[in-house]
């Protein structure tokens, strides 16, 4: 069983940046994929990013790329989402999840076993 607990949300002006942390507290946490979706009001909850086992892959979505960069630190059991160039838009409670599944990132909800809480951020324009 892993355990998420994001951290580093809050509020920021448009064209601000924000780190979101989530420190996992498995023993298995650098076998796993890691993500991050959102969740906007009224909206689906949407795919961000991911990271494979060791860092080597990374994907985004499209509204991210090349504004959002995803990290890991496996020997801090901790995944980074550094979030630049905020737009209001990104204004959403963030999701981080780890996967059992698989090894690799994917963009897919369903690839992912276990959540977090969730952490609101807030861009104001």
């Known amino acids: 069983q892993e355990q998420l607990v994001e951290s580093g949300g809050g509020l920021v002006q448009t064209g601000g940046s924000l780190r979101l942390s989530c420190a996992a507290s498995?023993?298995?946490?650098?076998?796993?994929?890691m993500g991050w979706f959102r969740q906007a009001p009224g909206k689906e909850r949407e795919f961000v990013a991911a990271i494979s086992w060791n860092g080597g892959n990374t994907y985004y979505a499209d509204s991210v790329k090349g504004r959002f960069t995803i990290s890991r630190d496996n020997a801090k059991n901790t995944v980074y989402l550094q979030m630049n160039s905020l737009k209001p838009e990104d204004t959403a409670v963030y999701y981080c999840a780890a996967s059992g599944q698989t090894s690799y990132a994917s963009s897919a909800a369903v690839m992912y076993d276990y959540w977090g809480q969730g952490t609101q951020v807030t861009v104001s324009s």
């Open positions: 498995g023993r298995t946490f650098s076998t796993y994929a």
